[in-house]
């Protein structure tokens, strides 16, 4: 029987590792790290610090594999997300067939945790044959967010939400709350609401060694974010960035 290892590993800081995701990296036969190209080659290589750092297991292989590209050109979303889905579960079935012969334990290292914007689940459910899965939850990119502003997520009694970039952007503030995470905001959608009344806390890299947070009024802090973003994509040729966003009477 094959079980497949979902194991959130924080954002980036081994430190974050929990002593139950440690113990699954050393239970696994298969150790799956994808490449994401040159660009994001820094996403690789802390996987494989993380795993010099904790496997003790010398059983334990490692496999590297390219992951496949989504195509951002497609009109229906929702399909190009289903074929990228698709490939994805392909990379991992033939990398998986090449290193185990129908049965053991794989391990697969989910940046933040895989409950959170992550398809690793969704993915792995297209396996076939459908493995075992297991979760072993990690700290999320909103957790490390707030440490690092030393930010109370919500106020006393009041909900947050959770959202997109891309739904921030199409639909405005949402509705019944104050207080919104935005994630996988490629386009900066915050340029796109009247800043009045609103305070912003930005982290990018978060867990990494290169982590940048700025916080203040959007409409002070907003440009000097936009310029930061700016000059830290140029120089590492990618980003992964957060927010929060609270509206103040």
């Known amino acids: ?10 954002c980036g800081d081994p430190g974050q590792l929990t002593r139950a995701a440690i113990g699954a990296i050393n239970a696994a036969d298969l ?9 994001k080659s820094d996403l690789a290589d802390l996987r494989r610090t993380i795993c010099a750092d904790v496997l003790t297991n010398k059983q334990t292989r490692i496999a590297e594999f390219d992951l496949p590209l989504r195509d951002a050109t497609d009109a229906d979303y929702r399909k190009g997300v289903d074929d990228w889905h698709d490939a994805v579960a392909s990379a991992w079935s033939q990398t998986i067939a090449s290193h185990l012969e129908g ?5 697969l290292l989910i940046w933040g945790d895989p409950s959170l914007y992550d398809s690793s689940l969704r993915i792995s459910r297209r396996l076939d044959p ?29 909900p947050f939400l959770v959202t997109t970039g891309r739904r921030l952007r199409e639909g405005g503030w949402p509705a019944g709350v104050d207080t919104i995470v935005v994630m996988l905001d490629g386009g900066i959608a915050f340029q796109s609401l009247d800043p009045e009344g609103l305070q912003i806390w930005w982290g990018a890299y978060l867990g990494m060694p290169d982590q940048i947070i700025m916080s203040g009024a959007l409409v002070e802090a907003g440009p000097r974010i936009v ?23």
């Open 1 to 10: 029987m094959l079980t497949l290892s979902l194991i959130g590993i924080g």
């Open 31 to 39: 150790v799956l790290i994808p490449r994401k190209g040159t660009a």
């Open 103 to 107: 049965e053991g334990k794989v391990a």
């Open 130 to 158: 459908l493995p075992d899965i297991e979760v072993i939850p990690g700290i999320t990119s909103i957790q490390a967010l707030c440490a690092a502003h030393a930010l109370p997520l919500n106020d006393i009694g009041e």
């Open 227 to 249: 310029a930061a973003r700016q000059e830290a994509r140029e120089r590492h040729g990618w980003i992964m960035d957060s927010y929060i966003l609270k509206r103040r009477p």
